[in-house]
Nanobody
């Protein structure tokens, strides 16, 4: 049974930090690219950050322009975990954050989401 379980969301003040975690199980994690998306009411889900599979030549990351320099995505293929470190948070970062797994053959899985609220 495939599972992606996000955790780490919550309420934080502007300028603060949060670390989201996603625990994966039920599929060959190391062969899947992993991403974080976010969605606010009335808007489409948007890609926040992604990290490729780790190859001999290394892995690659990609970020939305709005989070570059503030967010960092990482993965641990031993623990089957993916993380999103979010620093210098802004009110516009408020959203439900979703963990996503995608295989090279476009098989795709989603987590249930975790709420992040940035407010004073």
């Amino acid at each position: 049974q495939v599972q992606l379980v996000e955790s780490g969301g919550g309420l934080v003040q502007p300028g603060g930090s949060l670390r989201l975690s996603c625990a994966a199980s039920g599929f060959p994690f190391s062969t899947y690219a992993m991403s974080w998306y976010r969605q606010t009411p009335g808007k489409e889900r948007e890609l926040v950050a992604s990290i490729s599979i780790i190859s001999i030549s290394g892995g690659s990351t990609n970020y939305a322009d709005s989070v570059k320099g503030r967010f960092t995505i990482s993965r641990n293929n031993v623990k089957n975990m993916v993380y999103l470190q979010m620093n210098s948070l802004k009110p516009e970062d408020t959203a439900v954050y979703y963990c996503n797994a995608k295989s090279p053959y476009s098989r795709e899985y989603w987590g249930q989401g975790t709420q992040v609220t940035v407010s004073s």
